[in-house]
């Protein structure tokens, strides 16, 4: 799903801006803080807390701050007492988004979502209304350029390690997919080979797309998604999009 890749590229860039600003820095933090409230600071037990950890880690967030939040979380100090939510609706074209949510105050982010929904040609809808859409996976990028290895090898590997799928993305980049009990097994056997990975996460992914043609509607739903993963409650945005690069571009 090419419209998938280029989005996931878009945001990763975006992260790494966001990053400079300090602003992604709040959201981890949020992140670590109830993390480490729900299954405790132990990073070999806390599968959520471990991948906020590493993610804190690519972001080159300060290790004092990751202390800091996870203490937070632990201890009950100020700052625990965010609440989790899916909140739900539709981007032009039937476009179906999920949107996970860190909130002290629901009806404010309620509102503010709602309107962000609307101020771009979609509506807020009601919990259940698309989630059923999304499945909770392993994603994991990797390059297998000056490697000794071609792709029956690299699907092989990744199969008797637990992933689900390989998929080719060109010029020597593969994305695997794997069920969350096996990302980290997947993962560690292609570090094991010595492969790069150029990035990894569990996500939500969507078993049916919609095809975007318009260049106006496509341009709609980046702008949406952008404003809801610029707002400072969002934790993460997902969506059952397919748009051409060409378009995307």
């Avoid at 982010?109 to 999304?134: D, N, Y």
């Avoid at 080719?168 to 794997?178: N, Q, R």
């Avoid at 096996?182 to 292609?190: T, Y």
């Amino acid at each position: 799903m090419a419209g998938h890749s280029k989005w996931a590229n878009t945001k990763h860039r975006k992260a790494r801006v966001d990053a400079q600003k300090g602003k992604i820095f709040t959201k981890i933090a949020r992140e670590l803080t109830v993390a480490a409230r729900e299954g405790g600071e132990d990073l070999n037990a806390n599968f959520r807390l471990r991948l906020a950890v590493q993610k804190a880690r690519e972001n080159n967030m300060p290790g004092e701050n990751i202390q800091r939040a996870i203490q937070k979380g632990v201890g009950g100090q100020d700052g625990s007492n965010f609440e989790q939510a899916n909140y739900e609706g539709y981007a032009v074209s039937g476009v179906a988004v999920l949107l996970e949510i860190l909130t002290d105050n629901r009806n404010r982010t309620a509102a503010e979502i709602r309107h962000i929904f609307s101020r771009h040609g979609g509506s807020l809808g009601e919990l259940g209304c698309v989630s059923w859409i999304f499945n909770r996976k392993g994603t994991i990028s990797v390059c297998v350029k000056g490697q000794n290895m071609d792709e029956d090898d690299l699907i092989l590997l990744a199969l008797e390690a637990g992933a689900e799928d390989v998929t080719a993305e060109g010029d020597h980049s593969y994305t695997l997919t794997t069920g969350v009990d096996s990302f980290e097994s997947v993962k560690q056997a292609l570090l094991d080979q010595g492969l790069e990975i150029v990035s990894d996460e569990v996500t939500m992914l969507p078993s049916t797309t919609v095809a975007i043609s318009d260049q106006e509607d496509a341009s709609k739903i980046i702008r949406l998604l952008e404003t809801l993963d610029d707002h400072e409650d969002v934790q993460n945005v997902y969506a059952n999009f397919e748009i051409p690069e060409e378009l995307l571009s």
